[in-house]
């Protein structure tokens, strides 16, 4: 991969990933904030996760990155993704964009740990297409869990005490070189995408510096400094969230864009065949 031209979080825009089911004007307050503290455009480019595989949408949502940073004039992109959105954009960055667009991930409420029942309630219908990529030990979570995060870009997982949904422990992505966590506190799943407490752990990974996996392979840091060094970086985000507040607000719009993706068969990554 060539060398990636760094870039200051504030030139980036923001792709934001709603959760299973949902449509895509869920996201409009989480816009609105990120435009009004960062100075951040926001995208939001999938018409709805619906039942189908994860890896399709994926997919999807890269040629929906591809097509927006050509036509908007961006070389890359940080995502924002809630609940089941996370595991797409995890599966996008780690298996299929390797780097080239994708800054970091930012997964809210994700189940990288499963969910309990999933495997039963895909059993009982159509559903069973995603919900059954998330029960525990499934082969996509496996996937997920060994791909290791590209060099230059980070995946920061979110949770919550309160959580019912995905509790605090599964939504727990497992320390690596480009992987982190933020504890949200006392904040249940709709809170973290909606919330103050999530808010603030949104704007902390968003513009931490120092987070994205090494270009020198995937050997891991000594776990203490590795936790020092992460603390360090988290707190140094509220400098660069004032910093890019006060010079950018007002200055980006929300760019609302609903990418409808074309009804053409794709060839999925080797890495899953």
């Known amino acids: ?10 030139e980036l825009p923001v792709v934001l990933v709603q959760g299973f089911g949902c449509h895509p004007r869920v996201l409009g307050p989480l816009s609105r904030r990120i435009r009004s503290s960062l100075g951040r455009t926001t995208l939001c480019l999938t018409p709805g996760l619906g039942i189908g ?13 591809e097509a927006a ?3 908007l004039g961006f070389e890359r992109v940080d995502v924002v993704a809630h609940s089941m959105g996370g595991l797409v954009a995890a599966y996008m960055m780690k298996c299929l964009d390797h780097g080239r667009r994708v800054r970091r991930v930012v997964a809210l409420g994700t189940p990288f740990g499963g969910a309990a029942g999933a495997r039963l309630v895909s059993l009982l219908g159509p559903l069973g297409g995603a919900l059954a990529q998330i029960a525990p030990g499934s082969r996509l979570l496996r996937l997920l869990g060994s791909a290791p995060v590209p060099p230059g870009s980070a995946l920061i997982s979110v949770s919550g005490s309160r959580d019912q949904l995905v509790p605090a422990a599964a939504a727990r992505i497992a320390p690596a070189p480009g992987q982190h966590h933020l504890d ?47 603390a360090q970086s988290f707190s140094a985000a509220r400098a ?23 009804a053409s068969s794709r060839t999925r990554s080797s890495v899953v065949a």
């Open 1 to 10: 991969m060539g060398s990636i031209r760094p870039l200051r979080s504030a």
């Open 53 to 65: 595989d994860v890896r399709d949408t994926g997919m999807d949502l890269l040629e929906a990155i």
């Open 69 to 71: 940073t050509s036509r």
């Open 184 to 230: 949200a506190g006392p904040c249940g799943h709709l809170q973290l995408l909606f919330g103050a407490r999530g808010f603030v752990r949104i704007e902390q990974a968003l513009a931490a510096p120092g987070l994205e996996a090494p270009a020198n392979g995937p050997e891991r840091l000594q776990p203490e400094a590795s936790s020092r060094q992460v």
């Open 240 to 262: 660069e969230v004032a910093t890019a507040a006060t010079s950018s607000a007002g200055s980006k719009g929300f760019a609302m864009c609903i990418w409808k993706p074309a």
